[in-house]
């Protein structure tokens, strides 16, 4: 199955910072990426995806960049609040598009 | 709408005990899957459904069963906890396969001693 992976694992950076997080894939057929952000005591909820056929999306501080070559992709908040602080997971589909797998999640602390 | 509901919240089982987590959905969506979170792992798919009548294993299904008689409910049995069980549980929904965003519910929090 997918294997993906997720870098760092903890994150912190002063207000109005940019915060940058990482992910790999192994599976070169998976075709759908979303990133979920989980606040404390709640379910992930999806901020941002990006298909396969797109190497950058972006949604107002939010942006999401794709290498299939490199199967790698990375979201990028610009301008960070403190309301950002919260754990961020990568996600990849499966080929099918049945499954989903995800990334060890990275906690992120914007420090006032 | 509610969205997806999970009950209950938090759980204490003893080992060997059996127990039913419920997750239902008002969205009318086709596709349902339960995940369990563990520290440090993220989030692994347990099995899903992708309509009434339909189930398949996901990542990690042993200890666990599904059904889906309804479109509304995606019920996870565990027939004989074991301490390894431990985890908090998060059902979500989706339209359907592939390139729709999933739904969580809030999750329940399963201790098991």
């Known amino acids: 199955g997918e294997n993906v992976e997720q870098h760092p694992s903890t994150l912190s950076v002063q207000e109005g910072d940019s915060a940058v997080i990482k992910c790999t894939y192994s599976?070169?057929?998976?075709?759908?990426f979303p990133w979920y952000k989980q606040e404390l005591g709640k379910g992930p909820q999806l901020i941002i995806d990006?298909?396969?056929?797109?190497g950058e999306k972006k949604d107002q501080r939010i942006a999401v960049t794709l290498n299939k070559t490199a199967k790698h992709f990375s979201l990028h908040i610009t301008e960070t609040q403190p309301e950002d602080s919260a754990v961020y997971f990568c996600?990849?589909?499966?080929?099918?598009?049945?499954?989903?797998?995800f990334g060890t999640g990275t906690s992120l602390t914007v420090i006032p | 709408n509610a969205g997806v509901t999970q009950t209950p919240k938090f759980q204490v089982l003893k080992t060997g005990q059996s127990m039913t987590l419920q997750c239902a959905q008002d969205?009318?969506?086709?596709?349902m899957s339960w995940y369990r979170q563990d520290p440090g792992m993220g989030l692994r798919l347990i099995h899903y459904?992708?309509?009434?009548?339909?189930?398949d294993q996901g990542e990690v299904p042993n200890g666990y069963n599904v059904s889906r008689s309804t479109t509304e409910d995606f019920p996870l049995r565990l027939l004989s906890a074991a301490p390894s069980q431990t985890s908090v549980y998060f059902c979500?929904?989706?339209?359907?396969?592939?390139?729709?965003?999933?739904?969580f519910g809030p999750g329940t929090r399963l201790t098991v001693t």
């Open positions: 599976d070169s057929a998976s075709n759908y």
């Open positions: 969205m009318n969506h086709e596709y």
């Open positions: 990006i298909r396969s056929n797109v």
């Open positions: 996600a990849a589909s499966s080929n099918t598009g049945n499954q989903f797998y």
């Open positions: 459904s992708v309509g009434a009548g339909i189930t």
């Open positions: 979500a929904s989706s339209y359907g396969l592939g390139y729709y965003e999933q739904y």
